[in-house]
């Protein structure tokens, strides 16, 4: 009996399918940074870059609240140029961001490098010292002004009544140059933290056997500062500078709350002044002027804080090598 073989099924060659073009797009790197991107550039857009763009065309016109304007060009600009209580915010924002950012910086840098030591309950005492920066602004402002009320200051109490140094309180926010130093003084207070905990990160990346090396070679206190700690540093601190600088130039809120830019005018900062003219007086394209009269001075901050970077780049390409 014979036994008839079946012919057998020929064999499928399966064709590997090639990816659609959905998956090579998101397989494209570029491509899939955008997209990951895409919700943080989309925020910045509508709350950075639209009201940046839409204050820079209102500084053109002669807009205000309840009528919309025309451009007008540079007439604004001009006027400010005129304006004596412009070039009085000018001086008083560049010596009230000199003098509280070299404070900030002195203060600052002696408390991170006492943090930096080895003590007992020195992590309760960094978030203690975190303290001025976290607590609302507002709330701080109202601590000082109560601090320097004519009527019931503490520092007049002690000075009056318990020390016995002088007859009658001292008024601070009475007269143009006691307002301004004790607006410096309260920024000073709230801005220490941020410098020192920023500049605390920065020495804790020193390594230590620098130090130990250096004391070897019998280097003092000072020359250990000087060679080792501030040159490592110079980095952070234009980093951390720059921060500050843009932080205390565009303050408001606690100027506001205290001085309300006065007496007669003498403690406007730039940022106080564009919401007294703008959004107070009713003059959105003057205060969108003075607004954008700050840009300058930020580009220049933001360059410095870029040189910074470079400078650190530069450094860490020269230690590689």
């Not at 110079?234 to 001085?259: C, E, G, K, R, W």
Request: aromatic letters at 16%; charged letters at 10%; hydrophobic letters at 55%.
């Amino acid at each position: 009996m014979s036994v008839t073989t079946l012919p057998s099924r020929p064999r499928r060659i399966i064709e590997q399918r090639q990816p659609g073009w959905i998956v090579r797009l998101f397989d494209y790197k570029p491509f899939l940074i955008v997209m990951c991107l895409a919700p943080a550039i989309g925020l910045l857009a509508v709350f950075l870059t639209y009201p940046l763009g839409l204050g820079v065309w209102l500084a053109f016109t002669d807009t205000t609240i309840g009528q919309r304007g025309v451009f007008i060009g540079l007439e604004n600009f001009q006027y400010l140029l005129k304006d004596p209580l412009w070039w009085n915010a000018v001086f008083y924002s560049v010596f009230y961001t000199a003098i509280a950012t070299i404070g900030k910086f002195a203060l600052g840098f002696w408390l991170a490098l006492l943090l930096n030591n080895h003590f007992p309950l020195k992590s309760l005492l960094r978030a203690i010292i975190l303290l001025p920066w976290i607590v609302p602004t507002v709330l701080s402002a109202l601590a000082f002004w109560w601090i320097y009320d004519p009527q019931f200051s503490i520092i007049s109490y002690l000075l009056v009544d318990v020390l016995h140094v002088r007859t009658t309180n001292i008024d601070f926010l009475g007269t143009p140059w006691p307002a301004r130093f004790s607006l410096i003084v309260a920024n000073i207070w709230r801005g220490i933290p941020f410098v020192a905990i920023s500049l605390l990160a920065g020495l804790q990346t020193i390594s230590p056997s620098l130090y130990e090396a250096a004391m070897l070679d019998g280097a003092t206190a000072w020359q250990r500062f000087r060679f080792i700690t501030l040159p490592m540093m110079m980095p952070i601190l234009a980093i951390v500078m720059t921060f500050s600088i843009i932080f205390t130039f565009t303050d408001f809120q606690l100027v506001y709350a205290i001085t309300r830019g006065g007496p007669v005018n003498s403690t406007h900062l730039l940022a106080t002044l564009a919401f007294q003219r703008g959004i107070a007086g009713g003059e959105l394209g003057e205060g969108a002027a003075i607004a954008v009269s700050m840009i300058p001075f930020l580009v220049f901050a933001t360059l410095f804080s870029y040189f910074g970077l470079a400078r650190r780049k530069w450094q860490q390409g020269e230690a590689n090598d």
